[in-house]
C-alpha cells in the first residue's frame, strides 16, 4: 500500500507546480478584470496556497505558501525598477502573509468545516476564498508600511506622509475583486477537490 505520506508530497509537489506555473504564465496568476473596471485585476495564487491549505492541512498549504514568497521574493530581486517589486524585496512582505493564508486557511478548514455537511462546508469555502484574499492583501499592506517607514525608503511615487493611506488607496479597489473571485474560485474547485482527495485518503 502506498505511503500515505507520499501522497501528501505528491500532491504538494503539485500545488507548488501550479503556483510556479502561474508565476510564469501571468494570466493564470492574475486575473485581468480590463473588460469590467479598467486597471483593475485580481491576483489569484493566494487562492492556489488555500486550496493546498484546505486539501492538505495547514502544514503543507504553510509549505506551498513558502514557495510563493520565495518566488515572488528572488522575482523582486531580480526585477527591480518598480514600487511593487520594492515591495517584496522585504523579505518578510513576501513570506508572512503567503506562509499565514496555508496556515490560517488550512487550521480553519480543518477545525470548523471539515467533517461538516456538504451545504456548510461549500458556503464555509466561499468564506474562505475572502479570507485568503483579506490576509494576503492586509498583510502584504501592513509589512509594507512597517518596512518602508523603518528603512526610510524614498522611491519616485511613494509619498512622505499618509503611506497607509495611499497603500490602501492602491489595493482596496484590486482587493474587492479579489474577494468575489476568491469567494467563487474556492467554492467551486475545493467543491471538486475534496470528495477526489478524501476518497484517495487525503484528509488533511
Request: charged share 5%.
Amino acid at each position: 500500500m502506498t505511503n500515505p505520506k507520499i501522497k501528501y508530497y505528491v500532491v504538494a509537489t503539485l500545488f507548488v507546480a501550479i503556483v510556479l506555473l502561474q508565476m510564469i504564465v501571468p494570466w493564470l496568476g492574475v486575473m485581468p478584470l480590463g473588460a469590467f473596471v479598467i486597471g483593475a485585476s485580481a491576483t489569484i495564487i493566494q487562492f492556489t496556497v488555500a486550496l493546498a491549505g484546505i486539501i492538505l492541512g495547514p502544514k503543507y498549504g504553510a509549505l506551498v505558501g513558502f514557495f510563493w514568497g520565495m518566488m515572488s521574493f528572488i522575482n523582486a530581486l531580480t526585477h527591480p525598477g518598480t514600487i511593487g517589486s520594492l515591495m517584496f524585496q522585504n523579505p518578510f512582505t513576501a513570506l508572512v502573509p503567503r506562509i499565514l493564508v496555508g496556515i490560517l486557511v488550512g487550521f480553519l478548514f480543518n477545525h470548523f468545516l471539515r467533517k461538516r455537511s456538504a451545504t456548510v462546508r461549500t458556503i464555509g469555502l466561499g468564506v474562505l476564498g475572502v479570507l485568503a484574499a483579506l490576509i494576503n492583501t492586509i498583510g502584504v499592506v501592513i509589512l509594507t508600511v512597517v518596512g518602508f517607514t523603518i528603512m526610510h525608503t524614498n522611491f519616485t511615487g511613494i509619498p512622505d506622509q499618509n503611506l497607509l493611506q495611499w497603500l490602501i488607496g492602491i489595493v482596496s479597489f484590486n482587493a474587492i475583486f479579489e474577494m468575489i473571485v476568491g469567494f467563487i474560485l474556492v467554492t467551486v474547485v475545493g467543491n471538486i477537490l475534496l470528495p477526489i482527495a478524501e476518497r484517495s485518503g487525503i484528509k488533511g
